[in-house]
C-alpha cells in the first residue's frame, strides 16, 4: 500500500504517553500496511523558555500554562513548522485539543474528553480561570470544525462534540480505543477465591484509597482474598494486599507481570473518580474477568455487560459490589460476558475506520 498517514500528538508515540494511544494507533495503521509519520507537537526549547519569561512577567499562574493561549499557539506553530519538514502524507489525525490546529492539509481528530466536559471535572486539571476555559474550548470548537471527521472514544464524548460544540451529528464517529495488552488464550482461572486488581497511575483519581477500605472491610468476610496493586501510591499495610509498583508496558518483562496478573486475577476494581473511556476495562474484559468500574464519564459503555459501575463517592457502594465479585459464581458470569463485548477495541479496526476518512487513501 505504501501511504502514509500523520499522527500529531504531544510527548511521542511511546506505550506510556497517554495510556499508550498514540503507540497503539500508530501501531493499528501499520498493521493495516500504512506507513505512519509521527509529528511533534511539543514547543521548540528556545520558544518554551521565551513564552513562560512572557507566562512570569504578566504574573499569570502556573497552573495555566497548559493551555494558556500563548502556549497554545507556540505549539501550534511548533508542530507547523515541524510538518514542513517531513514527507507528504495523504492525511492527519490530531490527537489532542491544546495544540491549535497543528497542521495544514487534511485531518480528523480523535478524543475521549472534550474540554466542555473537562469544566465539569476538576479531577482532571487544576481550577483554571474562566477565561482560560474559554479559549480552550474556543480552541477545540475551532479543531472540530475544520476537521473533516470528529472521531469519539465513546457515545458520552460525541455527545458533547455536538451538543457542546455544534458539530452536525454526522461528522461525528465513535470508534473506541484499542487494547495496548492482550492475554493469551486459553486462560485457566481459578474462582474459587477472590483476587482482585486495581490498575492505575493516579491513585486518588481512580480511588485508590476506597478500594482499599472497602477490600480490608470484605476480608474479614472472605479471610483468603486478595488484592493486587499495580501503579504508584502511598504505602498500603493491609493483610491479603500486593503491591506490584508501576508497571510500564515499554518493558517487557513489566508486560508478562501485569499478563499474570490478568491471567489470575478474579475481578478488576477501579471505581476511578471520572473516567473517559478506561482502556484498562477493555484489557481486563479481553481477559475474562469481571469488572468494577466507575459510573462517571464514558467508562459505563466500555465495561457494558461485564461488570457493575458505581459510584465513586459512595464507598458503601463499591463494598456491595465487590462483596458480589467475591462470589465465585457472579465473577465468573460478568467475566465470561467480556471477550465478545471487547471485540470492538482493535486498534486496527479502530486505525482503519479512521484512515477512510481521509481523502485518497485507500483501504484494505
Not at 502556573?62 to 507528504?88: C, F, Y
Not at 477465591?193 to 491513585?203: D, I, K, N, Q, T
Not at 508496558?249 to 473516567?275: G, I, N, Y
Not at 464514558?298 to 465479585?325: F, R, T, Y
Request: charged share 20%; with cysteine.
Amino acid at each position: 500500500m505504501n501511504q502514509r498517514i500523520g499522527i500529531v500528538v504531544r510527548g511521542g508515540v511511546s506505550p506510556a504517553n497517554w495510556s499508550g494511544t498514540p503507540a497503539g494507533l500508530a501501531g493499528g495503521l501499520e498493521a493495516c500496511g500504512y506507513d505512519v509519520v509521527v509529528c511533534s507537537a511539543d514547543m521548540m526549547m528556545n520558544a518554551y523558555r521565551l513564552v513562560r519569561l512572557c507566562l512570569r512577567a504578566a504574573r499569570q499562574p502556573e497552573d495555566g500554562w497548559l493551555v494558556a493561549p500563548a502556549i497554545m499557539k507556540t505549539r501550534e506553530l511548533s508542530a507547523r513548522w515541524r510538518q514542513r519538514r517531513l514527507p507528504p502524507v495523504s492525511g492527519w489525525i490530531v490527537l489532542g485539543s491544546e495544540n491549535g490546529v497543528p497542521v495544514k492539509g487534511p485531518f480528523v481528530t480523535l478524543d475521549d474528553l472534550t474540554v466542555a466536559e473537562c469544566r465539569h471535572h476538576p479531577w482532571y486539571f487544576p481550577p483554571f480561570s474562566q477565561g482560560t476555559w474559554d479559549h480552550w474550548q474556543a480552541n477545540q470548537r475551532r479543531l472540530f470544525s475544520e476537521a473533516r471527521r470528529c472521531f469519539a472514544a465513546t457515545e458520552w464524548a460525541a455527545a458533547s462534540i455536538i451538543r457542546d460544540y455544534s458539530i452536525a451529528s454526522e461528522r461525528v464517529e465513535v470508534v473506541g480505543l484499542g487494547r495496548n495488552i492482550d492475554v493469551s488464550a486459553p486462560i485457566s482461572r481459578d474462582w474459587s477465591r477472590p483476587r482482585f486488581l486495581f490498575v492505575g497511575s493516579e491513585w486518588d483519581r481512580k480511588n485508590g484509597p476506597a478500594v482499599v477500605e472497602a477490600f480490608s472491610d470484605l476480608r474479614r468476610q472472605f479471610p483468603s482474598a486478595e488484592l493486587s496493586i499495580v501503579g504508584e501510591h502511598p504505602p498500603v499495610e493491609v493483610a491479603g494486599v500486593h503491591d506490584y509498583g508501576r508497571l510500564r508496558l515499554d518493558r517487557a518483562d513489566d508486560r508478562e507481570v501485569l499478563k499474570e496478573l490478568l491471567a489470575t486475577s478474579t475481578c478488576l476494581v477501579v471505581p476511578s473518580q471520572f473516567e473517559p473511556f478506561g482502556i484498562v476495562y477493555a484489557e481486563a474484559q479481553a481477559a475474562g474477568l469481571a469488572i468494577i468500574g466507575t459510573s462517571r464519564g464514558g467508562a459505563p459503555e466500555v465495561v457494558g455487560p461485564a461488570g457493575l459501575c458505581v459510584d465513586p463517592e459512595d464507598h458503601g457502594a463499591i463494598k456491595n459490589a465487590m462483596l458480589q465479585m467475591a462470589d465465585a459464581e457472579v465473577a465468573k458470569r460478568y467475566g465470561s460476558a467480556g471477550p465478545s463485548h471487547v471485540e470492538r477495541y482493535s486498534w486496527e479496526r479502530i486505525a482503519r475506520q479512521m484512515a477512510a476518512a481521509l481523502p485518497g487513501v485507500i483501504t484494505a
